[in-house]
Structures are given as C-alpha cells and as structure tokens.
C-alpha cells in the first residue's frame, strides 16, 4: 500500500511528464531524488536511451564539492551534482535540456541541481 505523500507525488510526476518529451534536440534532464542521494540523467525519449546519468557519489562530484558556497550538506553535493551533469553533457555535445523534475516540488535538492547544471551551462 502506498503512502499518501508517494501517491500525490507519483500524480504530480505524471501530469509533468504528459508534457514533456525529450528529443535529440532538446533531451529531458530527469532527477530521482532518494533520502541520501540524488541521481539525475539525460534521456531521449524518441529512441528511449539514457545519454549521460550521474549520482552525487560519482567521483566528478566529490571534487568538485569543496569549491561549493553558500551551500551544506546534500544541498551541496546536489548542487555539486548538476555542475558535473552539465560539464560531461557539455563535452557530449547537450547544451539544451528540458527539465523534469519527476513530481518533486521545485524546492531544496532540486533546486540545487537544477542550479548546478545551469551554472555549468546548460540552457533550460
């Protein structure tokens, strides 16, 4: 039996991605956030591959997160996260990416690696 809040959240997943195709072009940055971890990947959805995926444990992150201001904790290895995501989508030849934020609420984590990814330099 599913809980209230997983019910809610898999509803809210559902209506974003009714919107949402990623395409050579523009492929969807999807995220998965779990209670210790954030995971993210770049999928086109018109051959339904994954391009590039990464989780806050990758070894690009871990150097990176020293350098993190203003930032503590998981919010800092998200934010870390989206930096990298975009530095290896970049050298894979992905500037553009539409944002999908599997029915979490655009807040905390989230935010932080969509934040991240930006910084990096890609274009939402």
Do not use: W
């Amino acid at each position: 039996m599913m809980s209230e809040r997983l019910q809610q959240r898999l509803s809210r997943k559902k209506r974003v991605r009714k919107k949402l195709k990623g395409t050579p072009q523009c492929p969807r940055l999807a995220v998965y956030r779990s209670a210790g971890h954030i995971y993210a990947q770049i999928i086109d959805d018109t051959i339904g591959q994954t391009l590039v995926s990464i989780d806050d444990r990758n070894d690009g992150v871990q150097n990176i997160l020293p350098t993190v201001e203003n930032h503590k904790g998981k919010i800092a290895k998200s934010f870390a996260t989206g930096k990298t995501l975009a530095k290896i989508a970049l050298d894979a030849g992905i500037k553009r990416v539409a944002f999908d934020r599997g029915g979490y609420l655009y807040h905390g984590r989230v935010k932080a690696l969509a934040d991240g990814a930006r910084d990096g330099g890609l274009q939402f």
